[in-house]
């Protein structure tokens, strides 16, 4: 979800027209292009402030992502297959904005699991998938880890490759093993969205956590 995020933001950009990101993924091209910018030049609202629980959600941000870069390329007369001006700011200050959302969803679900002895003395957070390669989103959850005494791991980047290529690959073993082998399709059930134990979300919001709030850069 966020990779998908990240490539729909650096291709409204048209990084790719850029020589240096031309073979680069959407997600590898904004880290490198936001090195160059200023992560408060642009201030991104806030989403999802109305739901006190750990949900995520980017569509807000992609919204609001998409209607400033249209906004800047007005501004500068950008060329239609050109680079907007202030495209550094514009991916430092995205990338900004999502590591505020994922922290401040990470430091209520670490507080609403001390709060309810849910986790041992001694915690892990493991961040992987292909987001989990962007050192600027790894160091500002690092942050918030060390604040509330989790031991923060994450794979080389290297290691840290798309999601749907790792289930892909899980997918491959399983079959050179004869494992969970469907051989009719038509009846494999299907779920849009397969929830992962217990859903307390409701429970979660109830207590309308309010995080304190960490400087992430």
Wanted: charged share 25%.
């Amino acid at each position: 979800m966020l990779m998908i995020l990240l490539s729909l933001v650096a291709r409204r950009l048209k990084l790719k027209n850029l020589p240096q990101f031309e073979k680069m993924c959407g997600g590898a091209a904004i880290e490198q292009m936001a090195l160059k910018g200023d992560p408060t030049t642009v201030d991104f609202p806030n989403v999802m402030t109305q739901w006190s629980n750990c949900n995520f959600s980017f569509s807000g941000l992609n919204n609001s992502a998409h209607r400033f870069i249209k906004k800047s390329e007005e501004k500068y007369g950008t060329p239609a297959d050109g680079i907007v001006e202030n495209a550094p700011d514009i991916c430092a200050s995205f990338q900004y904005s999502i590591l505020k959302h994922l922290a401040k969803r990470l430091q209520r679900s670490l507080l609403f699991c001390d709060m309810n002895q849910m986790l041992p003395k001694e915690r892990i957070l493991v961040l992987s998938g292909g987001v989990a390669s962007n050192q600027f989103l790894r160091s500002g959850l690092e942050k918030v880890c060390s604040k509330y005494d989790c031991e923060f791991v994450c794979p080389p980047p290297e290691l840290c490759t798309d999601n749907g290529i790792m289930i892909a690959w899980n997918g491959v073993e399983k079959f050179k093993r004869g494992r969970d082998i469907m051989y009719d399709p038509f009846n494999v059930k299907v779920e849009a969205k397969c929830a992962i134990g217990e859903d307390i979300t409701e429970q979660v919001g109830q207590l309308s956590i309010k995080p304190d709030r960490i400087k992430l850069i």
